[in-house]
């Protein structure tokens, strides 16, 4: 069993930057999984931020390209999304997810194993 762990939510003002953390536990080889984050604003549905696949590829929602980057260190067993430029709608509830294999997927039901969620604010 997998298990996620997120670090790195805050309050930031807009136009500023943060950087999620997400480890994973219960497996020797994160490699083997794709990695993403998903968001959830409050009073919305959760949406999917970005992925970076097990063999490193990476996609991302039109509303964070250019802005976020998904990246990966497998011997650390973690994934991360430094967000730049951020905007007051960027404000959301962050959670990272995994699945075993190969996904490029933005779709939520796609992923096994989720975190509990890190917050990021952002304010005008």
């Known amino acids: 069993q997998v298990q996620l762990v997120e670090s790195g939510g805050g309050s930031v003002q807009a136009g500023g930057s943060l950087r999620l953390s997400c480890v994973a536990s219960?497996?020797?080889?994160?490699?083997?999984?794709?990695m993403a984050w998903f968001r959830k604003p409050l009073g919305k549905e959760r949406e999917g931020v970005a992925v970076?696949?097990?063999?490193?590829?990476?996609t991302y929602a039109s509303s964070v390209k250019g802005r976020y980057t998904i990246s990966r260190d497998d011997a650390k067993n973690a994934h991360y999304l430094e967000m730049n430029s951020l905007k007051l709608e960027d404000t959301a509830m962050y959670y990272c997810?995994?699945?075993?294999?190969?996904?490029?997927?933005?779709?939520?039901?796609?992923?096994?194993?989720w975190g509990q969620g890190t917050q990021v604010s952002v304010s005008s």
């Open positions: 219960g497996t020797t080889d994160s490699s083997r999984y794709s």
């Open positions: 997810a995994a699945v075993g294999g190969w996904s490029l997927s933005l779709t939520d039901y796609v992923y096994d194993y």
């Open positions: 970076i696949a097990s063999a490193g590829q990476t």
